[in-house]
């Protein structure tokens, strides 16, 4: 009698258990359900508004559209310098848009680069929706207009990506003969962002963004440039030191202060002073005359 209550006992707690287990995964379904669909809006923070142009920073501009293969229509804004060698590609964060980074272009251009900075789809003035591959191709569409329309060399283009843009630039640089490769305030891939950010739960998601800066940088053999902050609130330093260890040679990294936002900014002088010693020392020949 006591060992057949026993046997009901034990199948009661197992069916408890089963049908807790169950709830759990039912769960962690549903989850990953609600947030494949809302993952997007976590790491694309477009802004639609255009608050300034290079004209309210002193600059002249040309306000350039373009298509891309798949036929989205992208805005941008090509900035000359009259003396220019180099042009830096910009591509930028997550958040805002091209009219939010009138801080980093005047420095650019003090410098003596032309600049040609672009939204990615879903951002300012471009069409469509962000996603990963479709930043990408943004990117190359980017880097063709410069070639095709401005007639620009490719050895004379020095690609430039901070945050999110990081990663745009470096898979660019994977697939075209750029002169050089800036990153600033990057991360080491989407999952580590993710476990970052949300240690418990990104164990628990299936994430759709790859972004995978320290498998991609393999793959780069241009000159590296990389700055980052120890004091970078979002980024950690140390996913922006994985990036610069898994890079090919020549490379170069250099600690920023401040935080994600402005550390470029709290670090001038020596930030601006980093840049040019980097640019310049890119390729010593052209500033010789022949």
């Known amino acids: 009698m006591i060992a057949t209550q026993n046997k009901k006992n034990l199948t009661l707690w197992g069916r408890k258990i089963l049908n807790l287990l169950a709830n759990i995964l039912g769960f962690i379904i549903l989850l990953n359900i609600a947030l ?4 997007p809006k976590l790491i694309f923070i477009p802004y639609k508004t ?29 900035i000359p310098h009259k003396d220019a060698k180099q042009t830096l590609l910009f591509f930028h964060g997550n ?26 789809r ?36 020095v690609l ?10 470096t898979k660019l640089a994977t697939e ?12 080491s891939s989407a999952s580590k962002m993710a476990k970052s950010l949300y240690p418990g739960l990104s164990s628990l998601i299936y994430l759709r963004f790859n972004f995978d800066n320290v498998t991609m940088v393999k793959q780069v053999q241009t000159p590296l440039l990389l700055m980052h902050s120890p004091d970078d609130e979002i ?28 550390g470029f900014l709290q670090s001038q002088p020596n930030y601006e002073h980093q840049l040019k010693k980097f640019l310049t020392t890119l390729n010593p020949k052209k500033d010789k005359p022949e």
Do not use: C
């Open 160 to 169: 430039f990506g901070r945050s999110l843009g990081g990663a745009v630039a």
């Open 36 to 39: 494949y669909f809302f993952q």
């Open 95 to 120: 958040a805002g848009n091209i009219s939010h980074r009138g801080e980093s272009i005047k420095i650019f251009h003090r410098l003596g680069l032309n600049v040609f900075i672009t939204d990615y």
């Open 176 to 187: 075209v003969s750029a002169e050089a490769l800036i990153l600033e305030s990057t991360f």
């Open 122 to 157: 879903g951002y300012g003035k471009s069409e469509g929706q962000p996603s990963e591959d479709g930043l990408y191709e943004d990117a190359r569409s980017s880097w063709n207009y410069l070639l095709t329309q401005k007639d620009i060399q490719a050895d004379s283009i």
């Open 50 to 78: 255009m608050n300034e142009t290079p004209k309210d920073w002193g600059l002249k501009y040309e306000e350039v559209f373009f298509q891309t293969s798949d036929n989205i229509k992208l805005h941008g804004w090509y």
């Open 235 to 262: 980024i950690p330093l140390q996913q922006g030191q994985k990036v610069f260890l898994a890079a090919n040679h020549p490379k170069k990294m250099v600690i920023l202060q401040g935080n994600h936002n402005n």
